[in-house]
């Protein structure tokens, strides 16, 4: 564990009602950070537009408070934050290391297949344009969006609950977005500079995000920002292999307040279930935390992966 203070964060896109996964990450979050006298962190991760609702960020925070999960700092919003990702592009094209992509999304589909099940690898058709290429294609009207140029290397990660995780850049991720053609920061250069100005160290998130950290510590490395400690949760899944989404809506936040009854019958359900306490007694987080041990996250999951809701 890192020696400054441990600052942990929740980090909810606006995008919708919370469910059972999403509560189970920031409660996993909440514990581990205060386990250790540590601090969380609210951010509003709204940097799609179009996506995000003013609506479900209010209810997303009266959720947090509802269920007894607080934060120390913020709201933070990504709003309003352009200038501050724009100073980490800037900081990136200087050491020469963007490049216009102009790929429609059909392009990419055809190009690029699925690695491991994992993500499309970008199989680099931008990044051997000459200066013509790209200027005919610009006056063609193809707004480009702008990708980052990655090294051969692997990148290593000591994860507290998956344990080590390797993925080489260029083979199993590939050079990936850091500006979209709308001109919006990609969320892996937002989430890289949003967790070093808030002083984030711990990041707890779901593990379908494991495959993203590799680029994210990349992004630190060239923006000589420190790496977080990582801890990636296994997701709650409706059923094998399917995680719970809003069509779930018996995991809808508002379903499980009428089924539990109360916000500690929500919380006590979600710990059982997922081995964070030995039964499904209501439970508030604080009650939670006395017989939380953060050392205990890497045989605490039956199924470091998923995790069957019931
Ligand atoms: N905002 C993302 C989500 O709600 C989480 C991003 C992160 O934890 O880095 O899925």
């Known amino acids: 564990m890192s020696e400054q203070p441990v600052k942990g964060r929740f980090a909810p896109s606006p995008t919708g009602r919370m469910h059972a996964g999403n509560v189970f990450a920031a409660l996993v979050a909440w514990l581990v950070a205060k386990a250790q006298g540590g601090r969380i962190v609210l951010r509003i991760e709204d940097l799609d537009a179009q996506r995000s609702k003013p609506t479900y960020a ?11 999960l607080t934060w120390d700092e913020g709201p933070f919003f990504q709003h309003g934050r352009e200038e501050a990702y724009r100073a980490a592009f800037d900081a990136l094209s200087a050491q020469g290391l963007v490049y216009p992509c102009f790929c429609t999304r059909a392009d990419l589909h055809a190009a690029s297949a699925p690695h491991r099940g994992e ?26 969006a702008q990708r980052l140029r990655v090294p051969d290397c692997d990148v290593f990660l000591r994860d507290l609950v998956q344990g080590d995780y390797r993925q080489n850049l260029a083979r199993e991720c590939g050079d990936f977005l850091v500006r979209r053609s709308d001109g919006t920061f990609a969320y892996q250069l937002a ?5 070093a100005a808030q002083g984030v160290n711990l990041v707890v998130r779901g593990v379908d995000l494991l495959c993203s950290t590799p680029q994210q510590m990349h992004l630190q490395d060239l923006l000589g920002l420190p790496h977080p400690v990582y ?16 069509r779930d809506h018996d ?3 508002d379903a499980l307040l009428a089924r539990f009854k109360t916000p500690e019958g929500v ?44």
């Open 119 to 144: 993500k499309p690898v970008y199989p680099g058709t931008c990044r051997r344009l000459s200066d013509e290429e790209r200027a005919q294609r610009a006056a063609a009207g193809r707004v480009p």
């Open 58 to 68: 209010d209810a997303v925070q009266r959720d947090f408070e509802r269920l007894g």
């Open 267 to 310: 919380i006590g359900h979600i710990a059982g279930i997922t081995g964070l306490a030995p039964t499904c007694d209501p439970a508030t987080p604080e009650e939670l935390l006395q017989g939380f041990d953060p050392a205990a996250l890497p045989t605490l999951f039956e199924d470091p992966v998923q995790i069957r809701w019931k």
């Open 191 to 195: 989430v890289v500079v949003d967790d």
């Open 251 to 253: 995991a809808a936040l």
């Open 231 to 246: 801890a990636h949760v296994p997701l709650v899944v409706a059923e094998r292999d399917r995680r719970l989404s809003k």
